[in-house]
């Protein structure tokens, strides 16, 4: 007998003796929605067949689909029978006693947290009143003490609301409000677990340091998507594909508003001028408001009178492209944080990096020019394919017809006689053992 078998054999003989009246009666009991009310030996019984997760059971259905029906994969007997009779109950009202009391301590905690929350604030308040001179650091004693204490209130606030099933499960169905603190702690810690450490481990692996920046540490989820298909960091795409700008998925870890700048580059540009690899900036976007309830940012509405999101284009989309030969290239999308309070002049960028100045920018310079702080980074790479000549043909992009090809070198060594077994089977005779030698006479 199969396991399915064993399971299914006492329901099926439980639903056959259903037709009796006392079966009928502790099937009612059983069906019957929760209340805080005792149940009464009287009460009307219901002729309704018994509902696990959602689907009834009729006593005509055969042992193989009440296996199906009650197979692992739809959970416990005590799970289904709880969510076919409490569907109509709230999350924090279950009617599960441990579930109940474990809420209370849960509860009290959150006073207590709340109650320093309030001390803590109030201490705020007293120190900001207060005149500097009186104290012993005078002005930056003050702020920092402020600081210290803002810090600790953010905490507090965090630890209010940590264990609280009903924000776990907000944050888990992605309705979480991030503009409380609650919610930006639990998406850094989820983004540290697992996709900061990919990005850092690119970073590291394409030589991101130093040769674009000499150091770096991503602070904000950058993850980006290309006609609506996500993309992993250092993916191979196809020309056709990046033929239009990227749409990112951001998220700020950090309260508040700030204007950021957004960088597409290329550092693989081959120069053969000079024998080495040149960048080439092939988006440019600045002064786009950003803050923690905000997600996705497409590229190709950036500066456009339709799009939201604000900001301005200085320098447009330029398609990702690498000439036939080359070794592939790597497209670094960089965010860069902008100072408080101050936005860039987005005709000056214009002439420094549009046009002829594409193929003269750095990040490390326009970084240090307009004192910009890198915080978020993904990339993808780019290679030769069969849509690769077309683009470049559409966007009028020149070198379409130049093929890099490997340069070899003669040695430089003099030629040395053969000797030993190497001379004696240069002949003719031999020549089937010519494959495993490396001088061989050619005839």
């Given at each position: 007998?199969?396991?399915?078998?064993?399971?299914?054999?006492?329901?099926?003989?439980?639903?056959?003796?259903?037709?009796?009246?006392?079966?009928?009666?502790?099937?009612?009991?059983?069906?019957?929605?929760?209340?805080?009310?005792?149940?009464?030996?009287?009460?009307?019984?219901?002729?309704?067949?018994?509902?696990?997760?959602?689907?009834?059971?009729?006593?005509?259905?055969?042992?193989?689909?009440?296996?199906?029906?009650?197979?692992?994969?739809?959970?416990?007997?005590?799970?289904?029978?709880?969510?076919?009779?409490?569907?109509?109950?709230?999350?924090?009202?279950?009617?599960?006693?441990?579930?109940?009391?474990?809420?209370?301590?849960?509860?009290?905690?959150?006073?207590?947290?709340?109650?320093?929350?309030?001390?803590?604030?109030?201490?705020?308040?007293?120190?900001?009143?207060?005149?500097?001179?009186?104290?012993?650091?005078?002005?930056?004693?003050?702020?920092?003490?402020?600081?210290?204490?803002?810090?600790?209130?953010?905490?507090?606030?965090?630890?209010?609301?940590?264990?609280?099933?009903?924000?776990?499960?907000?944050?888990?169905?992605?309705?979480?409000?991030?503009?409380?603190?609650?919610?930006?702690?639990?998406?850094?810690?989820?983004?540290?677990?697992?996709?900061?450490?990919?990005?850092?481990?690119?970073?590291?692996?394409?030589?991101?340091?130093?040769?674009?920046?000499?150091?770096?540490?991503?602070?904000?989820?950058?993850?980006?998507?290309?006609?609506?298909?996500?993309?992993?960091?250092?993916?191979?795409?196809?020309?056709?594909?990046?033929?239009?700008?990227?749409?990112?998925?951001?998220?700020?870890?950090?309260?508040?508003?700030?204007?950021?700048?957004?960088?597409?580059?290329?550092?693989?540009?081959?120069?053969?001028?000079?024998?080495?690899?040149?960048?080439?900036?092939?988006?440019?976007?600045?002064?786009?408001?950003?803050?923690?309830?905000?997600?996705?940012?497409?590229?190709?509405?950036?500066?456009?009178?339709?799009?939201?999101?604000?900001?301005?284009?200085?320098?447009?989309?330029?398609?990702?492209?690498?000439?036939?030969?080359?070794?592939?290239?790597?497209?670094?999308?960089?965010?860069?944080?902008?100072?408080?309070?101050?936005?860039?002049?987005?005709n000056k960028l214009q002439e420094l990096y549009d046009g002829p100045g594409r193929d003269t920018f750095t990040l490390k310079s326009f970084r240090d020019k307009f004192n910009l702080t890198p915080v978020g980074f993904n990339l993808f790479r780019t290679e030769w394919d069969e849509n690769t000549a077309d683009i470049m043909e559409k966007h009028a992009i020149p070198g379409?017809?130049?093929?890099?090809?490997?340069?070899?070198?003669?040695?430089?060594?003099?030629?040395?006689?053969?000797?030993?077994?190497?001379?004696?089977?240069?002949?003719?005779?031999?020549?089937?053992?010519?494959?495993?030698?490396?001088?061989?006479?050619?005839?």
């Amino acid at each position: 007998m199969s396991r399915s078998q064993q399971v299914t054999r006492p329901i099926v003989r439980s639903l056959q003796q259903g037709r009796t009246a006392a079966t009928c009666q502790s099937r009612s009991i059983a069906a019957r929605q929760f209340s805080s009310t005792t149940s009464r030996k009287d009460e009307a019984t219901t002729t309704e067949p018994l509902k696990l997760s959602g689907l009834p059971i009729s006593p005509q259905w055969t042992p193989e689909q009440l296996a199906r029906l009650t197979s692992p994969d739809l959970g416990s007997r005590r799970r289904r029978a709880a969510l076919a009779t409490t569907t109509h109950v709230p999350f924090e009202q279950m009617p599960y006693l441990c579930f109940q009391e474990a809420r209370k301590v849960l509860n009290e905690d959150r006073q207590e947290k709340i109650a320093q929350i309030v001390v803590e604030t109030e201490k705020i308040k007293r120190l900001e009143a207060a005149d500097p001179s009186t104290m012993r650091g005078g002005e930056a004693y003050k702020e920092k003490r402020l600081a210290s204490l803002r810090k600790h209130v953010e905490e507090l606030k965090i630890l209010a609301d940590i264990n609280d099933p009903l924000v776990k499960r907000r944050f888990e169905d992605g309705v979480g409000d991030m503009s409380k603190p609650i919610y930006r702690y639990l998406a850094n810690r989820k983004w540290h677990a697992m996709d900061q450490k990919i990005i850092v481990q690119r970073i590291q692996q394409f030589h991101i340091v130093p040769d674009i920046l000499p150091k770096f540490e991503p602070t904000v989820d950058v993850k980006m998507s290309f006609r609506g298909q996500p993309v992993a960091p250092g993916q191979f795409l196809n020309s056709r594909v990046t033929e239009v700008a990227p749409t990112l998925r951001m998220q700020v870890f950090d309260k508040g508003e700030r204007l950021i700048s957004v960088v597409v580059m290329d550092s693989d540009v081959p120069d053969t001028e000079f024998d080495l690899f040149t960048r080439r900036c092939h988006y440019l976007a600045t002064n786009i408001p950003w803050d923690p309830t905000k997600t996705h940012l497409p590229l190709r509405l950036v500066g456009s009178p339709s799009g939201k999101t604000g900001g301005e284009l200085p320098v447009p989309w330029l398609p990702a492209f690498a000439q036939k030969g080359s070794p592939y290239h790597r497209l670094s999308i960089f965010i860069l944080e902008q100072k408080a309070g101050e936005r860039l002049d987005a005709n000056k960028l214009q002439e420094l990096y549009d046009g002829p100045g594409r193929d003269t920018f750095t990040l490390k310079s326009f970084r240090d020019k307009f004192n910009l702080t890198p915080v978020g980074f993904n990339l993808f790479r780019t290679e030769w394919d069969e849509n690769t000549a077309d683009i470049m043909e559409k966007h009028a992009i020149p070198g379409a017809d130049v093929e890099f090809r490997h340069q070899h070198f003669k040695t430089l060594k003099t030629p040395r006689a053969a000797k030993g077994w190497e001379a004696k089977r240069q002949k003719p005779k031999y020549k089937s053992l010519w494959k495993y030698t490396k001088r061989i006479a050619t005839l």
